[in-house]
Every structure is written in structure tokens, then in C-alpha cells.
């Protein structure tokens, strides 16, 4: 059983992403343009692309990319041991955010002091 029904989820949100699209069709359009600007260059393969996608969607707590990347990743061969090291290039850059941003609560607790 799993946590969430993705697919279902996944089905609702192009659902949704198509009534923004009719609401406002440049939102939709210009989001599709960025989604495929990095691709043209063609320095990294699709799926190394959709790994980078899922590390970046678990950063940001997006559940939208989050299904739509990895039926991507699936369908271009992702393996789930890929998918996991590439998660874990996104832990460790979070828990590095949270380290970054400790600093700065740091120093803005000793600027308060100062104050």
C-alpha cells in the first residue's frame, strides 16, 4: 500500500494545470518554456534530468513534481537504486541549508544582543 495515491494525484493535477491553462494560457505556456529550455542544450540526459528533478522536488516539498518526475524517471529507465542517491544528494543539501541558516540565526541572535 502506499502513502499517497500518485497516480490519481498525478491525473487530478494535469486536470488542474489544464483549467489554469485555459484561465491563463501564458502562466501555463511560459512555465512549458522553462521546463524545456534546459533540454535543448543537451549536456545531460533526460533521466539525469528527472533524477536532479526529484532531488530539487523533495527540497522544495513539491508533491506535483514530486509524481510527475518520477513516472518521468521511470519511463526513461530510472532505477530505484538511482532515485535513491540521487534523494540523498537532496538530504544532504538540506540539512547543509539548515547548517548555512543556523549560522545566520546565530548571528542574528548576537545582533539582537548588541542591540
Given at each position: 500500500?502506499?502513502?499517497?495515491?500518485?497516480?490519481?494525484?498525478?491525473?487530478?493535477?494535469?486536470?488542474?494545470?489544464?483549467?489554469?491553462?485555459?484561465?491563463?494560457?501564458?502562466?501555463?505556456?511560459?512555465?512549458?518554456?522553462?521546463?524545456?529550455?534546459?533540454?535543448?542544450?543537451?549536456?545531460?540526459?533526460?533521466?539525469?534530468?528527472?533524477?536532479?528533478a526529484?532531488?530539487?522536488?523533495?527540497?522544495l516539498?513539491?508533491?506535483?513534481?514530486?509524481?510527475?518526475?518520477?513516472?518521468?524517471?521511470?519511463?526513461?529507465g530510472?532505477?530505484?537504486?538511482?532515485?535513491?542517491?540521487?534523494?540523498?544528494?537532496?538530504?544532504?543539501?538540506?540539512?547543509?541549508?539548515?547548517?548555512?541558516?543556523?549560522?545566520?540565526?546565530?548571528?542574528?541572535?548576537?545582533?539582537?544582543?548588541?542591540?
Amino acid at each position: 500500500m502506499h502513502m499517497h495515491d500518485w497516480n490519481t494525484y498525478r491525473q487530478q493535477l494535469f486536470a488542474g494545470v489544464g483549467e489554469l491553462g485555459k484561465l491563463s494560457p501564458d502562466t501555463v505556456r511560459g512555465y512549458v518554456t522553462l521546463g524545456g529550455a534546459g533540454a535543448k542544450s543537451g549536456h545531460l540526459d533526460a533521466k539525469t534530468r528527472e533524477l536532479i528533478a526529484l532531488a530539487v522536488a523533495i527540497t522544495l516539498r513539491c508533491d506535483g513534481c514530486i509524481t510527475v518526475h518520477s513516472e518521468a524517471a521511470h519511463k526513461l529507465g530510472a532505477t530505484k537504486e538511482e532515485i535513491t542517491e540521487a534523494l540523498g544528494v537532496a538530504v544532504s543539501l538540506n540539512a547543509g541549508a539548515a547548517i548555512v541558516y543556523s549560522t545566520r540565526a546565530l548571528d542574528a541572535f548576537a545582533a539582537a544582543q548588541e542591540g
